[in-house]
């Protein structure tokens, strides 16, 4: 008989029982002869030998894993028996898998491996099935039939039609591979019956399972039942308390014996709640005492009640309201910030004479980061002996985070206000909204609109948490919103506030805040001496100035954080090298200073020359101004997050057709304040000495330097009406005149914002004088008096007045003669 063999084209002959076929191993299915299976074949061997099947006789070998997890099967890992098969249908699907519909034939059993790289290919001895039915046969298959019914009717995995498609087998073996298909077994158990090869030894081998199996299902039976049994018990019990509550009040017996009422109550005496909240309590405690004890509903009613009793509706501190105490704690925490603090002093002196009525305004202290609005809230805190608490409402967008949740939800309670209330456990603590600018709106709701009802101080003292769903008075608390930026905030919360605006700090205020606050501090946290370190105030300057751009003090405190690590890490090397040589000296270990004993103190003199040991390179570029008077360049004034700063703004002409052309990373604002500019020079053409055709033959180009940063806003107007004229009059600009300004198609100059920190800039670079719309004096003003010496400001209105300042009346690089002509402030 010619035969297929793997490893050659030709044929082989070979006995008429052992066969060479391609074989595909299972994972959790045995698969017996007769049976119609179909299967899902993904792994790149099994796939390849059904390839090698499909294109000879589509018959093929199929055996099982012995451990169903190994990916990639050696011929150790799977049974020596399977199942000849033969492929009836087959199917690519998308995923690469192929579906397969084969029919098991004949048993196998393996002899020997032949392939095994690409695909398993065997050589095996098929046993054809002889079936021989006798007196002993027929009584085995009786007793399997009549146990194979009984689990049919045990067990909920099969079909009553099960038993029915046995009956009708008359052949023992095929019977007993139907009933074996159709168990819920390991794969293990169903190997054996495969491995089985006559039909007696088969169906004894399915005899034993059929009655391991029963057992199985009989204790199963008996322990639903004895589950059954104490689920019924609990319904009893449950009935029975029932009945017992309702004879009681039949008998008229107090409930109020039960200890959980008893505590409530108790808790609801000392409490001192107002009507409407006592009798909200003693009706949610009616309903508790009605519930069994450890339901669901029973949780949240206790819940619910403990919220009510642990809210402060009464307790308040006592406060101590003293002027000169309050303006001490606040110039104690904070240097500078003047008119802040005189702002908080009014607005508690206020407070003082309105006495127990409500607070008649919320103060929000808008600023840059770093500059002390949240620690302002704790000073006054502490200087009116009143608790604080903080709500941090930067990125919350749920309403429900304010008002709460209502019980209806599982897992709900109340909102952060009420949550801060109970931490505080007074009603007249003093409380931070912190990041109010940072709140956003999605489909849960806006809760800004959530925070009207707590910052109006004429409904607040009813304000209605979903939660509580009873009005709680706030009107004692003391609320004090912060944000980085006014704009974000909307219009209707703004309109309940009162905004204090904190500006950026002089390099003066830094130099004193460091030296006052920052480096104790940051020397005591490093576990270092007063004297451990020494700095001149010119180095604390060149870290101001070169280490850090800001508002705020933040990055400052974190540079003098790193001295102070940098010398508490020389100072642990050193102790160290000293112990070590002392040890090699005297064979022991230098002994530990007693309490009381001052360490030798190793000082740290940090100067300029060694200051980027410590901090390294230096961060920033100082600002200065150009180092020549220059056509087509002015000087301009900015403001920035991190404070001031200057900008010099350049021009240039081109020989072209009149295109303008802006860099700079500029925004739109800014681009329309260079065609206002443009504009404005067009327009004067006949002043400046231009001809008319001028514009039609020219390309002008303005460009902003650091154009990698974004810029916008109106105020550079009169820099680029300035740098154009002096490219287009070919006269230098002075490079010791820095100004701001909006300006006009007509050449009108209009007040701009930042003027603080826009001076203050001007004035850090060494500008001798600066050009400020007329309107913005009553900003240059708030500038403290020692700048304002050291500062000649010209207010103007017209673009006019700011070039006869601005541009120079000789050459390039000569200084002009006079000022006399400038008339300034």
Known sequence: MAQYNPLSDEPVEMPGNVLNYPLVPLRDIVIYPHMIVPLFIGRGKSIKALEEAMMDDRKIIVTAQKHPAIEDPEPDDLFDVGTLCEALNIIKLPDGTIKVLIEGTHRVKILEYLVTDDY???????????????????AMMR???????????????LP??????????????????????????????????????????RLMELSAMLDEELEILDVQKKIQSQVKRQIEQTQKEYFLKEQLKAIHKELGDSEEKNEEILEIRERLKKAKLPEHAKEKVEAEMKRLSKMPPGTAEAVVVRNYIDWVLD?????????????????????????????????????????????????????????????????????????????????????????????????TYIGSMPGRILQQMKKASTANPVFLLDEVDKMSTDFRGDPSAALLEVLDPEINHEFVDHYLEIPYDLSGVMFICTA?????????????????????????????????????????????????????????????????????VRSLEREIAQLCRKHATCVVETQQKE???????TGKKKAKKKNGEKEEIICATITRKNLSKYLGRPK???????????????????????????????????PGKGSLTLTGLLGDVMKESAQAALSYARSRADDFNLNKDFFQKTDIHLHVPEGAIPKDGPSAGV????????????????????????????????????????????????????????????????????????????????AEQVLEAALLKQAPGKKKKSDASKGGK
């Open 484 to 552: 980085n930026l006014a704009q974000p905030i909307p219009a209707p919360l703004l309109d309940r506030m009162e905004t204090i605006q904190m500006t950026s700090y002089t390099e003066e205020e830094k130099l004193n805040i460091a030296k006052i606050h920052l480096i104790p501090k940051q020397v005591e946290k490093h576990g270092l001496t007063p004297e451990a370190i020494s700095m001149s105030d010119g180095v604390l300057l060149e870290i101001i100035r070169r280490y850090t751009r800001e508002s705020g």
């Open 311 to 407: 809210l402060p509706w009464t307790k308040s501190t006592k406060e101590n309201l003293v002027i000169e105490r309050v303006k001490k704690v606040l110039d104690e925490d904070h240097y500078g910030l003047d008119k802040v603090k005189e702002r908080i002093v009014e607005y508690l002196a206020v407070q003082k004479l309105r006495g127990e009525k409500k607070q008649s305004v919320i103060l929000c202290l808008v600023g840059p980061p770093g500059t002390g609005k949240t620690s302002l809230g704790k000073s006054i805190a502490r200087a009116l002996d009143r608790k604080y608490i903080r709500a941090s409402l930067g990125g919350v967008r749920d309403e429900a985070e304010i008002r709460g949740h209502r019980r």
């Open 620 to 654: 920033y570029r100082y600002g200065h101004i150009a180092e020549k008077d220059e056509i087509g360049v002015a000087t301009g004034m900015a403001w920035t997050q991190a404070g001031g700063e200057i900008l010099n703004i350049e021009a240039t002409l081109m």
């Open 579 to 585: 112990e070590m040589e002392e040890e090699k000296k």
């Open 120 to 138: 398993f290919a065997v050589r095996c001895e098929r046993f054809d099935e002889i079936e021989t039915k006798t007196i002993e046969t027929e």
């Open 719 to 798: 820099s680029l009406t300035t740098a154009l004229v002096s490219a287009l009059t070919k006269t230098p600009a002075d490079r010791n005149v820095a100004m701001t300004g909006e300006i006009t198609l007509r050449g009108k100059v209009l007040p701009v914002g930042g003027i603080k920190e826009k001076v203050l800039a001007a004035h850090r670079a060494g500008i001798e004088t600066v050009i400020l719309p007329e309107d913005n004096e009553k900003d240059y003003m708030e500038i403290q008096p020692h700048v304002r010496r050291q500062l000649k400001v010209i207010f103007v209105t017209k």
């Open 160 to 201: 009553p039609e099960a038993y029915t498609t046995a009956s009708t087998v008359e052949e023992p073996g095929r019977l007993a591979d139907l009933i074996g298909s159709q168990l819920v077994l390991k794969v293990e158990m169903k190997q054996r019956i495969l491995e089985a090869f006559t039909p007696q030894e």
């Open 143 to 157: 007793e399997a039939l009549s146990k194979f019914d009984k689990y049919v009717r045990a067990t909920r995995n």
